[in-house]
């Protein structure tokens, strides 16, 4: 039987844990595509997996849940603009070769999505995983359905490194700090793990109604819609 997640209480609860007491509709909307992949492709896999993804997305756009570029410029010159000045002022010092430069196509391998996709060759990887042909046009990661599922199948498949969700969220791990060498080393590993918590108190499961409760709710809308 597939298991839903009670939308109700995950966005209720959600936020006021994370949103700070307001949610936005692109907020929703970013959620609830995420929400719909996992309902569709692993409904019943481990929900932690879930709650650090929803919490990986909450990070990497700023709290959005809506793909962005890397620098959160709206478009590719202005975030290759911002690149360029932070390395030649030395900000950048563990990037050995500039990835957001042009190549000899015009195309700029520069971070984009729910999750920042960088380099070429994590584009052609992403591309061979999804079957979404990111390589011919690198902007498809800022889509929404494509931006979904690089977040949800390169954190499952450990794409982004060696390190996959099953590696520290498992039947013997709990491990909520070094599920983020999943996507980005230790960087604000203790963030992501007090996020992904709180996400994982938003994911409540249940079955989905029976034949009788969708008859009794259509029946109340059709009577509502004749009394007013």
Known sequence: MVIHIDRAFFFDTAREALFKGTLA?????????????????MPDADPRWLAY????????TAYTMQPVRETLATTDARAIEILENAFASGKLSWVKTPYWRPDEDGKSWLGRGLV???HKRNYEAMSELTGIDLVADPDRAMDMGPAVSILVEGMVMGSFSRHKLADHLNETSDDWVNARRIVNGTDRAEKLAGYGKSFLAAI???APPTWWARLKAWLQRVIARLVT
């Open 25 to 41: 509709t692109h907020q929703v909307e970013g959620m609830t595509a995420i929400l719909d992949f996992w309902e569709a492709r």
């Open 53 to 60: 993804i929803l919490a990986t997305a909450f990070h990497e």
């Open 116 to 118: 920042q996709l960088t």
């Open 204 to 206: 409540r499961r249940e």
